[in-house]
């Protein structure tokens, strides 16, 4: 996975609120077992107007937004279906990161085993963001605001870590917990 | 002792803290559909890893297959999905994990199947690549649903790597009234706090109304808690729990049984534990509730008016106006299905205010059953043939109408009473406005053509 540390791109706003993850790539646009092919049918039910010709009035098909790689949104973005296609489709897209009030639990996490930092800010600071913004991880900050993020997912994003690599490292205290647990409730394993 | 129902289930299931302050968490049973558990079985096979324990990964194929009651194994909803089918099957196979094959007694909808093959368990961890995994909650089960990527992990290592949520307790006093159901009270809920109002919180949910729904209730109470952003959701096990999982395929047997009842008795919140947020719901004041807009938050009761406040962009969706009544509403479709509302009682529920009864014109009116067994006993009970003579479809188990992938299913604009969880602008396919309700209201609006609650039950 691609370390990610700094990061300067233009900043595209889509700014909803309960924006799911059905949006974000329609199911119908899942059309193979494959976590690539996706990123012509991000969002397309409101990027393609009919015959799949470019919706004008999409934020993403607008001159200065398009090809940007840090979108901007409100509360709750990425709530609905686990499906991690969305965050697959954002990622051959070319987004790095998403800036919002809120995101949905399963979408974040799946955003940083992929790659693609989640920043959370309140909706005054993320309004006053320009069109290219940078985004400083090792420090917390977009542009000059400080943000929050466990110590864990900011890890994981700076060095690019695979978490299963990671987790078979501690394999022995696996084993043991396993071990001591067979034996503490065995009716688990029947 | 002030430890939380979840603290319990957490700490005994944590292997160690990591790095950050994210713990490593022992992962007892991963459960995957055709869906989003394809793509990481062929993940794992592609990158050479394996299950550590395939006996405890079970596979299931119900998002996408054909809900036909004369359906093939290969046969798809929605054009191109076989390839969903196939795949996972293969990967089935050559992973060794357990597979619920389209053609098997057993298939059926994830979240309903799991329980009812006893496969959800007080006091184990099980995650599944699926929103809904919180439903299992409803067993005393540590259940969440995960991603793709995380779900490799899991069946991989045996482990998740999470961060322990922050905790909410919603109690509900009192006994809910005659007709109130559990998807009423879930949709009550999410009204009350709002879309995002569980804060990513493992909620549980307790209290006498709680305690007093039966497992089929507790199940669709919990199946909406990710609906106001909850982490997951769980109640605390007890005899009604055990007396429902006694002799299902996958439960202890015997000896083993004995030994796990006794565990799960201390599955319980102790007296003394505190909450990051404790509410208190009064089971008085739900009421019949139906969604007007395109979030289960954008809820009301079934015989009110959409608020005067109500967002513009979901009125517009949903072709409907301030003030409006929604009990006037005419409709188009009518669908009792999905890992919310289709289960045994919920179509009993609906048959009883079927029988005898005719669909209006124009309505079009589908029932899936949400497992194989529920389609089973609800024949032997006869269910079908009410459904039937209504003028209800009849499917063969699945997601069906819950969700549109591509395929068959409401035509744009039409205006559709469904006992799913999702309004969300698309939900049901293009154009396609939703309005969630519980069986019994569905099935009393496709009768009326219109939305409205069943008759005797005042709203
Ligand atoms: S029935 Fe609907 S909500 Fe439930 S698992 Fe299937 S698609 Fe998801």
Redesign the interface.
Known sequence: MMPFTTHTGTAAPLIRDNIDTDQIIPSREMKSVSKTGLSDGMFAGQRYLNDRIENPDFVLNQEIFRGASILLSGKNFGCGSSREHAVWALKEYGFKAIIAESFGEIFYNNCVRNGILCVTLDRTAIAALGDIVTIDLPHQRVDEIPFEIPLGDKQMLIEGLDGIDLTLQNETEISAHFAHDRVIRPWAYS | MNKTLFDKLWDSHR??T?????D?I?I?RVFLHE??G??AL??IIESG?SPCSPEHVFVTMDHIVSNKPDRHKDDAR?P?GD??IT??REAAKKTGINLIDVLDADQGIVHVISPELGIA?P??TLVC???HTCSQGALGVLAW??????A??AI????M???K?PQMRITVTGILGAGVTAKDLALHIIKTYG??GAK?CAVEYAGEAVQALSIEERLTLCNMAVEF?A?TAIIAPDETTFNYLEGRRFT??DE??Q??TA?WKYLITDAAAEFDYDYVIEANDVKPTVTWGT?PAQAISIDSYIPHDADL?ALSYMGVTRGENISKLKIDGAFIGSCTNSRLSDLRAAAKVLKGQQVADGVNAICVPGSMAVRREAEAEGLDKIFKAAGFAWGAAGCAFC????GDTFAPGTRVISSTN?N????QG?GVRTHLASPAVVAASAIAGKITAPKGVSS
Do not use: C, N
């Not at chain 2, 969700?403 to 591509?406: I, K, L, S």
């Open positions: 292997v160690m990591l790095e950050g302050g994210v490593l022992a007892d869906r989003t394809s793509v062929e993940s890893r929605t191109g390839v969903f795949a996972t368990q006091g184990l690549p699926d929103s649903g995960i991603g793709s990527t995380d490799e992990h991989v290592t045996g482990t790597r999470v961060k949520p879309a995002a990513r952003a982490f202890p047997k083993m049984w030994q796990a565990q979030s962009k969700f549109y992938a591509g999702r969300f602008e698309g939900r293009p």
